[in-house]
């Protein structure tokens, strides 16, 4: 684990490239965005910019190790979402509660995970993370459905699925349901209850 002092801000071990995106994740959060730099994240950690470059070449290399770290923790969200269940048809409603959830916890996170810088990329790390992800929403779908993961028929679920969390997700992020006499809890409920399957 590493340390940051207070009172000198100095970096004195371990693990220099995780302090570096858990410094950016906090940037985000303060900033509400990616207006930042890696200069930024060096001096919160408390290490000059040129030891980030071991790490990290650039920016853009610093924000898919965290849109990265952002599908790990999105993952782990649902599979806990699916544990607050016994039931098949639980486990998926609590997948998809989880999957707003985390959107609503982690606004900038999420816009950065799914957006177009994601696009066509092909950083292994990125690519795993995002995949463990979705294939937790495709084995609840198969488990729910009785059918292999890989069938079409699951593909075709977890599409529409994901369709319904994430559009559902950004209605909330970007304001667009707080005309409804409905609190955003219970809106979620309902919609991803009324959609199960």
Do not use: C
Request: no cysteine.
């Amino acid at each position: 684990m590493y340390t940051v002092s207070t009172s000198n801000h100095r970096y004195h071990h371990g693990n220099l490239r995780q302090a570096l995106v858990d410094a950016a994740l906090a940037l985000m959060v303060e900033t509400g965005g990616t207006d930042f730099s890696l200069r930024e994240a060096a001096r919160r950690v408390g290490v000059t910019v040129n030891a980030s470059y071991r790490h990290f070449r650039n920016k853009d290399a610093l924000m898919v190790a965290i849109a990265a770290e952002g599908f790990r923790r999105f993952g782990r969200a649902l599979m806990e979402g699916a544990l607050e269940a016994d039931d098949p048809q639980g486990r998926l409603l609590g997948s998809g509660r989880a999957y707003v959830r985390f959107a609503r916890a982690n606004p900038s996170l999420f816009r950065l995970m799914f957006s177009s810088f994601n696009v066509g990329r092909q950083e292994e790390e990125l690519t795993l993370a995002g995949n463990q992800a979705f294939d937790v929403l495709k084995s609840g779908l198969a488990t729910f459905l009785d059918k292999p993961a890989d069938s079409p028929d699951v593909a075709v679920a977890a599409l529409r699925a994901w369709s319904l969390a994430h559009g559902l997700s950004y209605l909330i992020l970007d304001g667009q349901l707080a005309h409804l006499p409905l609190d955003e809890d219970t809106l979620i409920e309902r919609v991803i209850s009324n959609h199960a399957g």
